[in-house]
Each structure stands twice: as C-alpha cells, then as structure tokens.
C-alpha cells in the first residue's frame, strides 16, 4: 500500500485553485519524478472541478486510485494511492486534513490562495504517517488484528484436519477397532483373555482346555488297593 500525493484545493468558478500538496515520489525514478507530480496535480485538479459540492468519490486512473472529498464550502482535498490502499482510512485522511486546514487557513485566502502564499505545514507529516494505515488509524489495526487471527484459526484448524487425516492413514481399519478397544473378560481360576479377532470370530477362553484335555476333568475315584496311573494327582480312600 502506497500513498503518492495529499492535495488541498477550492473549488472556484471558473477554475480549481490548488492551495497545498504534498508528494512522495520516491517511488519512481529521479527522471521520472518531476513529470510524476505534475501529473499528479493536474489530475488532482481536474477531478475537483468534475466533481459536485458535498461529494466523496473515488476515480480510478491508469494503475492509480484518486479519492477527493469536496465539501460544500467549496474546500476540497485529493489523495492518489495505489489501488491496495483501503479507502475509508483515504476518506479519513481527508476529512482530518480539511478540518486542520479550515481551522488553521483563514476562509478569505482559499480563492486566491497558492502553494507559496498558504501556511499550512501539516500536509507532509499527514501523507508520511498514512503511508501505514494500520498505525495511523484505529479501525484499520483492529481489523487486521482480527484478520490476523482469523488466518490463525484457519491455519489451525486446517493442520487439525491433516493431522487427522495422517490418524486415520496410519490407524488400522475400523474393522480391526474392536481388537484393541474390546474390553477383556477375565474369569475367575483362568488368565486367558478372550479377545474378539479381525473377522468377528471369539478365541475361546478355554482354548488351553482343548489343548490338554484332562487336565480340568472331573477327578477319578480309585479304589483301595489301586495305583494311581501316571500324571493322576487326586484319588479318594
């Protein structure tokens, strides 16, 4: 964003008297700059006289952008900004600058007034502090202090959506969910888990009983006299 001229005039009749201006130039080249602010004048000047008593506008011309605010005691005043600058914070300079200048200029100087004659110094210091809205006017540092924060909740919210997405790429299947998250049963005498697998099939908790078959059977009465077999370790008298 880029303010390059700030301009004070009267709307006379028949023509456009210009009072004050101050300009920054320093964008162009030195050879070019001497042309860039007569430029810059006349087009100020033709766009009051265009332009009606009580009026704001904004003209656009060539890359640039032209906003005057003529007011209806014939007072008037021009900004030429690029086309990034936002314009109400323009349309307030303005308003600030004409207010200071009708203030401090006595109303019988403007008809006849120039730049040589008018005694008004607070052009340069206006121009140079507008160059960064957001510093000299409130509304604009809070909206980008909202602007800021609203990038902020959209970045943030766009690395929660791709943090979630790296989840679910390196989370097994839904179909595999309930073999983690399927709470275990535990029976009493028996530290075997049953746990459900990945095609809906139970392992059953007893799977040990079918491997050793005897080793949970009822117990075997032997009578008086009888040698237990090998691996029999209960036997009633």
Known sequence: MKLYSLSVLYKGDPKVVLLKAAYD????SFFQRSSVQEFMTF????????SAKGSRASVKEQEYLCHVYVRND???GVVIADSEYPSRVA????EKVLDEFSKQVDRIEWPVGSPATILYTGLDGHLSRYQNPR???PMSKVQAELDETKIILHNTMESLLER???WMTWCPSPKCWGCSLKPSIKRPGNKTRAAQSC???WQCPCAHRHRHPHRNAAPRTWSRGEPPSVGRTQFSL
């Open 25 to 28: 130039v320093s964008s162009f």
């Open 43 to 50: 087009t100020s000047q033709l766009i009051v006289e265009r």
């Open 74 to 76: 014939s007072l008037a």
């Open 91 to 94: 349309f307030t300079l303005l």
């Open 135 to 137: 510093e000299a006017d």
């Open 164 to 166: 979630g997405r790296s």
């Open 199 to 201: 095609d809906g099939s």
